[in-house]
């Protein structure tokens, strides 16, 4: 039932070739501050809600899930869902797409999904969800002719979903979503809730209410805060005047946007101007963005990613004008490299793993800060050297001071009544193999400073390679085991067999509710900011006088 990459035919192919990946129910719980990576899409995705209320965030979008209608996410993209109904379940269908391979057509080749047929974001189909409840129950079933009859019926689900027109689309459109674009693409109209109302086809009341249940925040404290968005990226992008920009984002009175702008942001807008005066771009890595907010410097350009930054993109986002593409430090980005240059910034903060050529081209269009490996106690020095080069050295003293006040305190949390702390185990699942966490400056931080128990038979930190066996998860010093999976669906289709199977639930550690899943962020970033949030993670999990979240 698994396609390789190129397989062969012997009779002419059709067009496209399609293979059901997989087939899934879902229960989703709330999102909370501990979980905010969102998953990669590796598979054409659709996605379907069964029972419950849920919230579909596409890239950084966030969208009302309604019953009977598919949502879907093409390979490459990313996606997150919540709830905060304790029943929800939505179905997540994967699907591969081969077309004939361009130089012999009796071989076939895998191809993203968005190069090749137009598929709409979302759309209504009777009787949807009770169809892929059929799909996820046959896919399941070890009898092959059950597996054929899904991928048949996911197949005609999905030409279904291609050959809606884009105008019913259009209309199948949730209201909701159409009222919050509507603000979102006019910041500069005057809306009153009566006409967000008829846009969303709903009573003014309900729409109000509706909205709010939805997003979290009322259509007027959604407006505003599109306006100050706005208006803070032409404050820092433009040589606007107050008043100018006042009146492009919808505020007729300069005096008022000012008092607003305060009221929001806790400065006013010629204070926040003057403070953001000394241009600092981040280069390549998000840990470069960790390292810059203990000074309270916030980058007047970083590369931010729904999935790979999240945590920053949903804090900063606002206050960073130039958001740029998001990629390791070991590819070279000639695109960033050039916007660099035409932004012009003062500095240019980045990891030391960036190659040579990089460097030289960096250090022509600004003064380059350059941060330590992850390693012992690097993101002290490193954060240190970043202060000293910008003339900041009280600052980093001050965050320091309290950052240590903090761990000293979370380490008395974690201690028992006995004095004994928690063994805690770290592992990383990669497809269908579990690895060390492989993070040295992490777990350096996790086990010397906070304190915790390290395993007697724990991988090494330094090599994510270094593989983690059964004798390792079951050995009788392993109290808890923190485990990060990665967000792809190859990933978590094999999680799923995993965490169901005789032997893993067999684990003592699984018997006794102690398991625990890490995101990547932070635990896959190594920076100041990134330790902080790692200390607040484990003391949330870990404490015997703080709420545990056992997932």
């Known amino acids: 039932m698994t396609f390789p990459h190129i397989i062969p035919i012997t009779a002419q192919a059709h067009p496209y070739v399609l293979q059901l990946h997989h087939a899934d129910i879902q229960h989703i719980q709330a999102q909370t501050s501990m979980s905010l990576t969102q998953i990669m899409a590796t598979h054409l995705t659709m996605l379907v809600l069964i029972e419950g209320e849920c919230i579909l965030k596409r890239e950084n979008t966030p969208y009302p899930m309604r019953p009977d209608t598919i949502y879907l996410c093409h390979s490459g993209s990313t996606f997150a869902l919540s709830s905060e109904h304790i029943h929800t379940q939505v179905a997540m269908i994967q699907i591969e797409l081969f077309i004939p391979h361009p130089d012999d057509s009796r071989q076939l080749q895998s191809v993203t999904d968005s190069q090749h047929m ?69 910041p500069q109209q005057a809306l009153t809730l009566e006409q967000l109302s008829q846009i969303a086809g709903l009573s003014a009341k309900h729409f109000s209410d509706v909205f709010k249940k939805a997003y979290g925040q009322s259509p007027h404290e959604y407006m505003t ?30 005096f008022y946007f000012s008092r607003v ?93 960036i190659q040579s050529e990089e460097y030289k081209q960096l250090r022509q269009y600004a003064q380059v800060i350059t941060l330590p490996a992850e390693q012992s106690g690097a993101w002290r020095t490193g954060l240190y050297q970043l202060a000293e080069r910008l003339h900041m050295i009280p600052e980093a003293t001050r965050w320091i001071d309290t950052f240590d006040q903090h761990t000293a305190h979370a380490r008395s949390l974690l ?85 169901h199977s005789a032997r893993w639930l067999d684990l003592q550690v699984i018997r006794q509710q102690r398991l625990h899943l890490l995101s990547s962020s932070p635990w896959r970033e190594y920076s100041p900011i990134s330790l902080k949030r790692v200390r607040e993670e484990l003391v949330h999990y870990l404490s015997a006088k703080s709420p545990c979240s056992i997932r």
Request: hydrophobic share 35%.
């Open 415 to 499: 201690t028992g009544s006995d004095g004994a702390r928690p063994s805690v185990l770290f592992v990383r699942m990669l497809r269908d193999q579990l690895y060390s966490l492989g993070s040295a400056g992490i777990l350096d931080y996790v086990y010397h400073e906070l304190g915790i128990q390290r395993p007697s038979d724990t991988p090494a930190d330094d090599n994510e390679e270094d593989i983690v066996t059964w004798d390792q998860l079951q050995a009788s010093d392993v109290e808890h085991i923190c485990i990060l999976i990665r967000q792809d669906s190859e990933t978590l289709k094999h999680w799923h067999q995993l965490h």
């Open 261 to 353: 702008f305060k009221k929001e942001t806790g400065v006013s807008p010629s204070k926040y101007i003057h403070k953001r005066k000394q241009k600092v771009a981040a280069y390549a890595s998000v840990s470069t963005l960790g390292y810059l907010l203990p000074l309270d410097i916030v980058p007047y350009a970083a590369p931010l990613h729904p999935k790979w930054s999240g945590y920053y993109l949903e804090r900063y986002g606002a206050d960073i004008p130039y958001h740029l593409e998001y990629g390791s430090s070991d590819q070279q980005n000639p695109t960033v490299i050039r916007q660099l240059e035409e932004l012009k910034p003062d500095w240019i903060v980045c990891t030391r793993d």
């Open 225 to 254: 805060e599109i306006r100050l968005t706005q208006a803070k990226q032409l404050m820092l992008r433009s040589g606007y005047k107050l008043k100018d920009i006042a009146h492009e984002v919808g505020y007729r009175d300069e």
């Open 118 to 186: 137009y598929f709409p974001a979302e759309a209504t189909l009777p009787y949807v969800s009770a169809k892929c409840q059929q799909i996820c129950s046959a896919f399941r079933s070890t009898h092959l002719l059950h597996r054929w009859r899904a991928q048949i019926d996911a197949t005609e689900l999905l030409f279904e979903v291609a050959t809606v027109k884009k105008e019913s689309t259009l209309q199948q459109e949730d209201g909701l979503v159409r009222a919050r674009n509507y603000i979102a693409d006019h």
